[in-house]
T-cell receptor, first 113, second 112 residues
Framework: QQQVKQSPQSLIVQKGGISIINCAYENTAFDYFPWYQQFPGKGPALLIAIRPDVSEKKEGRFTISFNKSAKQFSLHIMDSQPGDSATYFCAARGYSSASKIIFGSGTRLSIRP | DAEITQSPRHKITETGRQVTLACHQTWNHNNMFWYRQDLGHGLRLIHYSYGVQDTNKGEVSDGYSVSRSNTEDLPLTLESAASSQTSVYFC???????????FGPGTRLTVL
């Protein structure tokens, strides 16, 4: 019930295309859903996050779509660029300040020029 | 600028040896975390601390220990290194009321 399932494991997208990464969760106590971006040799960094009271959040070319009833959320990268090539992790966390972040298994995204 | 640093960045050790990985943050955050990253498993929580003298076990704590004697540091110790502990280790910190975690650059540990 604590798992966050992420797919696909790897993804190749042409420059200018849309990259889509999907995640699913079981625990209905989760109320914060961040996405982290990790470049090779670096630590993960927060990219964008959403609360379950909204169905979509957009920041520049990055959009989170959230489906509370299906317990699924996804990251969409519009007009994908080679600089977006990185590993992306979805995650989930409960409301309490003592709650821990549960990470998905990661998606390695490659944008072909 | 505040930051979180890890040392060493790379470490090669032998099976059975004790290894300590350092994590130092200047954010003055109460919460600190240790994760390991392995292909196909994402980031798995090893140990975490919500303040000085507080430590808690995470999902994969067997064979690891931590101690928190001050706010800035949370060293991770492998008591007797095993080949299964070959991994990339990340330290992170956050404020209790802030859900954003700040990650260090990682330590790549190889156990031969």
């Amino acid at each position: 019930q604590q798992q966050v399932k992420q797919s696909p494991q790897s993804l190749i997208v042409q420059k200018g295309g849309i990259s889509i990464i999907n995640c699913a969760y079981e625990n209905t106590a989760f109320d914060y859903f961040p996405w982290y971006q990790q470049f090779p040799g670096k630590g993960p960094a927060l990219l964008i996050a959403i609360r379950p009271d909204v169905s979509e959040k957009k920041e520049g070319r990055f959009t989170i779509s959230f489906n509370k009833s299906a317990k699924q959320f996804s990251l969409h990268i519009m007009d994908s660029q080679p600089g977006d090539s990185a590993t992306y992790f979805c995650a989930a966390r409960g409301y309490s300040s003592a709650s821990k972040i549960i990470f998905g298994s990661g998606t390695r995204l490659s944008i072909r020029p | 600028d505040a930051e979180i640093t890890q040392s060493p960045r790379h470490k090669i050790t032998e099976t059975g040896r004790q290894v300590t990985l350092a994590c130092h943050q200047t954010w003055n955050h109460n919460n600190m975390f240790w994760y390991r990253q392995d292909l196909g498993h994402g980031l798995r929580l090893i140990h975490y601390s919500y303040g000085v003298q507080d430590t808690n076990k995470g999902e994969v704590s067997d064979g690891y220990s931590v101690s928190r004697s001050n706010t800035e540091d949370l060293p991770l110790t492998l008591e007797s290194a095993a080949s299964s502990q070959t991994s990339v280790y990340f330290c992170a910190s956050s404020e209790p009321q802030d859900r954003k975690q700040f990650f260090g650059p990682g330590t790549r540990l190889t156990v031969l």
